[in-house]
């Protein structure tokens, strides 16, 4: 009896560290850094190596940084075709700028 006691409260002892280790990362902070770029931008590499040093930076201290590239589509008609724009990061870049009040947000034209 005492044997199986003891596996008793090893087996809870168990299920509750389990528990709280699952549920520990979902109570961290973290932060979303959404970057609007285009390929073959002249002002665009900068800002993608500032995202991949954030990014990078968060990963050696342990930060939970969650960086995302939104490649947009509305350069194309001046010839700068970019293989990854999509017309639905352009419209979040717009909703951005709406929703913010931005009057300096690029904008398809």
């Keep these: 009896m005492p044997t199986f006691l003891l596996l008793a409260v090893c087996v809870c002892l168990l299920t509750t560290a389990r528990t709280t280790v699952a549920l520990e990362p979902a109570r961290a902070s973290f932060a979303v850094v959404e970057l609007f770029t285009l390929e073959g931008c002249s002002s665009c590499p900068t800002a993608d190596w500032v995202l991949a040093e954030l ?3 968060a990963k050696k201290n342990g930060r939970r940084i969650f960086p995302l590239a939104f490649h947009v589509d509305y350069w194309n008609y001046l010839g700068r075709k970019d ?3 999509l017309l639905v990061s352009s419209e ?3 909703q951005y700028g709406s929703v913010l009040r931005l009057n300096q ?3 398809r034209r």
């Design 83 to 85: 293989p990854f724009g």
């Design 92 to 94: 979040r870049q717009e």
């Design 55 to 57: 990014a990078d930076d």
């Design 105 to 107: 947000s690029y904008r």
